[in-house]
């Protein structure tokens, strides 16, 4: 059973990022902003179960320790430049352009840590990128032109997949929830220097924007990525990430009960190609 429990912690942060975009969606705050409170609060709400492992494991890697910094500063700059992203461009366009993180995550690993990929591994990638393309490419036909939200999109999509190679490498020496909390911290610090630069508004929002922030913290940041942060510790990255594209699967099924969206044929069409590709990269990671 011990060896499954990765995959289940991968399946279930899944589930927790699917719920990402419906909570920033009815947020309605500011990218900076809902960043530092969905980064905060979740720091803040972990931070006694923190210190209790942190103490319990001490004296940590201080070369892992600064990695898991990098990481929450990847992810800092992923957030900042998606959430611009959206308000520049259309939806689909930038969840398209953010869903090239697994290229990024397989290409660093190939280079960078010598994973040894089998060429149906690249078949499996290529075929979940396709359903997504399937998904969202609809509206992004209407729209090909890389305009400068779509760029910024595409930039949310290589820091992404920085964060989960730096990741994978500080939760060689560090837990998973020592390297989460750290992340979180330095993604919350550094958003708020942003907010307070570019003169976002910290406060004034109406009830249902907090609440909505609280639930991305709690659902998507605690639950969601502090599974994922265990399951970098005992799977690759370059496995990690591709099977994260089943996020916009399960996000599409999310948004006809709790955002009133309905699904069209391609919708469904590409989620199984997604799928399918999912299945093709577990069955061959590695050589």
Do not use: C
């Amino acid at each position: 059973m011990k060896k499954y429990l990765p995959y289940l912690a991968l399946l279930f942060g899944m589930t927790g990022l699917g719920f990402s975009a419906i909570f920033v969606k009815w947020a309605n705050a500011p990218g900076a902003v809902s960043g530092f409170y969905r980064m905060g609060i979740a720091a803040a709400v972990t931070l006694v179960p923190f210190g209790v492992d942190a103490r319990r494991r001490a004296p940590l890697s201080r070369p892992h320790v600064w990695l898991a910094v990098l990481g929450g500063l990847f992810f800092a700059a992923d957030l900042l430049a998606w959430n611009t992203g959206v308000l520049i461009t259309n939806a689909a366009n930038a969840t398209l352009l953010g869903n090239t993180s697994p290229l990024w995550v397989s290409l660093g690993a190939l280079f960078f840590f010598k994973e040894k990929l089998r060429p149906a591994f690249w078949g499996g990638l290529a075929l979940a990128m396709l359903g997504a393309v399937v998904i969202l490419g609809a509206d992004y036909l209407t729209h090909p032109a890389l305009g400068w939200g779509d760029t910024l999109a595409l930039i949310a999509g290589f820091f992404y997949g920085a964060f989960f190679l730096v990741t994978q490498r500080a939760r060689e020496k560090l837990s998973s929830l020592v390297a989460w909390w750290i992340s979180a911290l330095a993604s919350a610090v550094a958003l708020l220097i942003v907010s307070v630069a570019t003169r976002q508004p910290l406060f004034g929002y109406p009830p249902t924007t907090y609440g909505s922030l609280i639930a991305i913290a709690l659902i998507t940041q605690v639950g969601g990525y502090l599974s994922i942060s265990y399951a970098l510790g005992h799977l690759p990255a370059s496995l990690v990430a591709p099977t994260l594209l089943g996020q916009p699967v399960l996000t599409a099924f999310l948004a006809v009960p709790l955002l009133g969206q309905s699904l069209v044929p391609h919708q469904i069409a590409g989620g199984l190609i997604v799928l399918g590709g999912i299945w093709i990269v577990h069955r061959n990671k590695q050589e």
